[in-house]
């Protein structure tokens, strides 16, 4: 596993358990190739996993007065665990939404340029860094990349930034959640969605079920980001 990753003001700063299918499903894996997960017969994966505000201007080992400490290299470690090249930088305090989308941007034609296929590239955010998953997402307008948007929409995402995101996008969202719900509305206006599913968790952590590695969140998003022979 590589190490290589990234909010707003707390009103802005975004994020048993039921599913919701918005549009599509994972996306379709090949006949006779559903449950494989052996890491020889699979080709390269990269995440590249995009941490929350409170990281970004108090370090990898910020801690919140309401949620706890943010386990940054717990969940670091937890998307490597099927062999996943997880690139994680941090974000310089203060870095706007706009550059770190464009940072993405850059990472992910990067890797289309050295011979990385689209299904093979997962974007996983959490909170502010769903906000820049989902940004990057509408700038790259490709059909194939992999998103998932952890505690990301609410009305300012919705009606101020209205990103609207190209590619397979799994939002993951807390019933408790006061900061970010589910992105329904925002899916639903972005015509270059291939699929889409909303996963809502019920485990009263509100938005700091995205500041812990928790298998409810974390097994979806290995599933949806897998390349198709690999699930």
């Not at 379709?28 to 449950?35: M, N, S, V």
């Not at 989902?134 to 990301?152: K, S």
């Not at 599913?197 to 700091?208: A, F, I, K, P, V």
Request: proline share 7%; glycine share 10%; net charge negative.
């Amino acid at each position: 596993m590589r190490i290589a990753g990234w909010c707003l003001p707390a009103l802005m700063a975004l994020a048993g358990c039921a599913m919701e299918a918005d549009a599509g499903a994972v996306p379709p894996a090949r006949e006779g190739d559903a449950g494989r997960h052996q890491a020889d017969a699979c080709p390269p994966r990269h995440l590249i996993y995009l941490h929350g505000r409170i990281v970004q201007e108090s370090g990898r080992h910020a801690v919140s007065p309401e949620f706890g400490p943010y386990r940054f290299d717990d969940i670091v470690e937890a998307l490597g665990q099927r062999g996943a090249v997880v690139h994680a930088d941090l974000r310089a305090p203060g870095t706007q939404l706009q550059a770190a989308a464009d940072a993405v941007v850059a990472e992910v034609r990067a890797l289309k340029a050295t011979g990385v296929v689209s299904e093979n590239i997962g974007v996983v955010g959490a909170s502010q860094g769903a906000i820049i998953a989902l940004i990057a997402a509408d700038r790259l307008a490709d059909p194939q990349l992999r998103v998932v948007a952890m505690g990301a929409c609410n009305d300012w995402v919705r009606d101020e930034l209205a990103p609207r995101p190209s590619g397979y996008l799994l939002d993951i969202h807390e019933r408790s959640d006061s900061i970010a719900g589910g992105c329904a509305e925002v899916f639903a206006a972005s015509p270059g969605i291939t699929a889409s599913r909303s996963l809502e968790l019920d485990n009263g952590l509100g938005h700091g079920f995205l500041y812990t590695p928790l298998p409810e969140w974390v097994e979806p998003t290995l599933d949806w980001t897998a390349p198709a022979q690999c699930r």
